[in-house]
């Protein structure tokens, strides 16, 4: 069948399987793969083994999609949070591990406890410390970080709009490379990571500053808390999905030498720019294309180890399906959905209460439900009320009554009454 020949793999699969073939190209040594794969050298020795023997489907773990052999009953689990609710609340994994052992002869390690608990509600999970840190050298490979960063700065003095300078730089050899935006976002951060990969392909990992461009200010929800994961931010949703490691800074000095990069430009490309008189994002852009190559090359440094840790696009890989921003919105029963105080018209007819709504960096919308593309367009003005003609007022006619009315009758006797009335009182006096 075709589709034995298929090996579904993920991004970080791609990484770990591109660093072993350049081990077994001996274009890098194991220890040096083993350093950036974040795995000992013992192990990368059998993956590398591995591969030599099956291919590259070797990369791919044995037990993926197999429930775990050594995994518990799930009568057991219930029981254990049961016993704890009623007798050990409020215990920690650790000691709760030790007393259901003491007492009851169950032996549970208390990591296994610890996700059950969580699991079940019972404790919720806790940060570690800050960790001391130190100055670090220069990564070893070209490709193997890159730092990034939006510089705010008035680039063109005054000639033209204000902009940002998205850049990056290569941590082992300091080579740089930028572009000029209206602002630091999102849609700017993904379109310079993506004229980054076309000239030197995807880097191992990239280190970048808590912007809420690059990291998420969202609160980890109680699925979050259970799976292990956090919110991400789209640009690192992104970098997730092209296998890219994200790095956050938690200083400017953490990232000095991007900092360093943006005081350098700030001076010389500024001047560089004066003298030619560049006053727009796109005649600055243009003169990076020429100018940066020339700085590289005099003070871009030779990386301590040769090796190119850039990879290759896949060519299955469509990046620009992964560089935007995914919004889910919510599908009203007319069929239409808002997005940036807008409102758009769904014209395909889907049974659905959730959709995404995706801007593209070239500036273009798409709206998608489960992968699939629909058809919309935008409602540029809202059919207006139609109102209501108010009732025609006519004037109220007197009302006189016949001469025949009950009511002519009673006035009639009661006034007969008086008079008679009044005669005999005459008469009295």
Do not use: C
């Not at 400017?252 to 005081?263: D, M, S, T």
């Amino acid at each position: 069948m075709a589709g034995k020949d298929i090996l579904m793999v993920s991004q970080e699969e791609r990484k770990r399987l591109h660093l072993i073939h350049k081990v077994i190209e001996g274009a890098i040594k194991q220890v040096e793969a083993a350093e950036v794969i974040h795995l000992s050298y013992r192990h990368t020795n059998r993956i590398v083994n591995k591969v030599r023997r099956e291919g590259d489907k070797a990369i791919v773990h044995k037990s993926r999609g197999k429930p775990s052999n050594r995994r518990l009953p799930e009568k057991v689990k219930n029981k254990i949070v049961k016993l704890y609710r009623d007798k050990y609340k409020g215990f920690g994994a650790t000691l709760f591990s030790e007393k259901i052992f003491e007492e009851h002869r169950i032996k549970i390690s208390d990591e296994t406890l610890r996700i059950w608990l969580i699991e079940s509600g019972d404790i919720k999970k806790t940060r570690k410390g800050r960790v001391h840190r130190k100055w670090r050298e220069r990564k070893g490979h070209f490709g193997e970080m890159v730092q990034m960063d939006g510089s705010h700065h008035d680039w063109f003095e005054g000639r033209g709009d204000k902009s940002v300078l998205m850049g990056s730089i290569d941590d082992a050899t300091g080579e740089a490379f930028g572009r000029f935006y209206e602002y630091e976002g999102t849609i700017p951060a993904m379109d310079s990571f993506k004229y980054y990969t076309l000239k030197y392909g995807l880097p191992m990992s990239i280190y970048l500053d808590r912007h809420t461009t690059y990291k998420s200010t969202g609160k980890p929800t109680i699925e979050d808390e259970l799976n292990n994961t956090k919110p991400l931010s789209e640009f690192e949703r992104a970098m997730k999905e092209l296998g890219v490691e994200v790095i956050h800074a938690n200083s400017p000095q953490a990232k000095g030498r991007i900092e360093r990069l943006f005081k350098t430009l700030q001076d010389r490309l500024v001047k560089e720019m004066r003298l030619r008189g560049i006053k727009t994002i796109e005649q600055g852009n243009k003169f990076l294309e020429q100018y940066l190559p020339l700085y590289n090359k005099r003070f871009a440094v030779k990386p301590q180890r040769d090796e190119n840790l850039h990879r290759e696009i896949p060519e299955d890989l469509n990046m620009d399906k992964i560089l935007r921003i995914k919004t889910e919105r919510a599908l009203r029963n007319d069929f239409t959905v808002g997005h940036n105080k807008k409102l758009y018209q769904i014209e395909d007819k889907i049974r659905a209460k959730k959709i995404t709504v995706e801007e593209k960096i070239d500036g273009t919308m798409a709206i998608t439900y489960k992968g699939a593309s629909l058809r919309f367009k935008e409602i540029t003005q809202r059919p207006e009320r139609q109102k209501e003609p108010f009732p025609v007022s006519h004037p109220k006619r007197k009302y006189i009554p016949p001469m025949d009315h009950p009511w002519r009758r009673f006035r009639f006797s009661l006034h007969t009454k008086n008079y008679k009335l009044k005669e005999l009182t005459e008469a009295k006096t």
